[in-house]
T-cell receptor
Framework: SQKIEQNSEALNIQEGKTATLTCNYT??????LQWYRQDPGRGPVFLLL?????KEKRKERLKVTFDTTLKQSLFHITASQPADSATYLC???????????FGAGTRLFVKA | DAGVIQSPRHEVTEMGQEVTLRCKPI?????LFWYRQTMMRGLELLIY????????DSGMPEDRFSAKMPNASFSTLKIQPSEPRDSAVYFC????????????????FGPGTRLTVL
């Protein structure tokens, strides 16, 4: 069955450092991969999308890589800030349909 | 734009009662999604609509769950009868699909309804 795995343990880093979150998937050939941020008591908020034919995408302090051979995406937050503390969800979708599957998320804590 | 609107924000009910959750998508969006989120199972897609038509309801857990979208600006998710294991946060999301019907890039989520079934 289709499966998405994200770091199950929380990630604790110091302010100013780069946070790296991992998303691995199996039994799936996504057309694209998305990263969302979710704060407690709120719905997920879209951050970045990367397509299967793209290797890397950047947006301000965020960078996403996508390796379809390894079936893995890495999500980087550079110069991290305490305000970046949240849960980050990885989501996959394929072409021709609307169904998106989400990973369980990784909790990030950035200490001042 | 006010974003996706869901109501109620919190619902506490007793087992066996009917529960109706409501969603107003972002104006102009033609796709609507209902998700359920729990600690154990994460975020699960229950059903999605495109142009008010249900496209895939394979995520609906059982016949106790039903969803409707009578028009482009309103959708409901109903649970009848409710059970304690239905307790979760239910999210509605909407997105816009370009001409041709291919999937859009971004889903915009509402604030969710926290459902507790006693």
């Amino acid at each position: 069955s289709q499966k998405i795995e994200q770091n199950s343990e929380a990630l604790n880093i110091q302010e100013g450092k780069t946070a790296t979150l991992t998303c691995n998937y199996t039994n799936y050939s996504p057309a694209y991969l998305q990263w969302y941020r979710q704060d407690p008591g709120r719905g997920p908020v879209f951050l970045l999308l990367i397509r299967e034919n793209e290797k890397e995408k950047r947006k301000e302090r965020l960078k996403v890589t996508f390796d379809t051979t390894l079936k893995q995406s890495l999500f980087h937050i550079t110069a991290s800030q305490p305000a970046d503390s949240a849960t980050y969800l990885c989501a996959l979708a394929n072409t021709g349909g609307f169904k998106t599957i989400f990973g369980a998320g990784t909790r990030l804590f950035v200490k001042a | 734009d006010a974003g996706v609107i869901q109501s109620p924000r919190h619902e506490v009910t007793e087992m066996g009662q009917e529960v109706t959750l409501r969603c107003k998508p972002i104006s102009g969006h033609n796709s609507l999604f209902w998700y359920r989120q729990t600690m154990m199972r994460g975020l699960e897609l229950l059903i999605y609509f495109n142009n008010n038509v249900p496209i895939d309801d394979s995520g609906m857990p059982e016949d106790r769950f039903s969803a409707k979208m009578p028009n482009a600006s309103f959708s409901t998710l109903k649970i009848q009868p409710s059970e304690p294991r239905d307790s979760a946060v239910y999210f509605c999301a909407s997105s816009s699909s370009p001409p041709g019907g291919s999937i859009s890039d971004t889903q915009y989520f509402g604030p969710g309804t926290r459902l507790t079934v006693l």
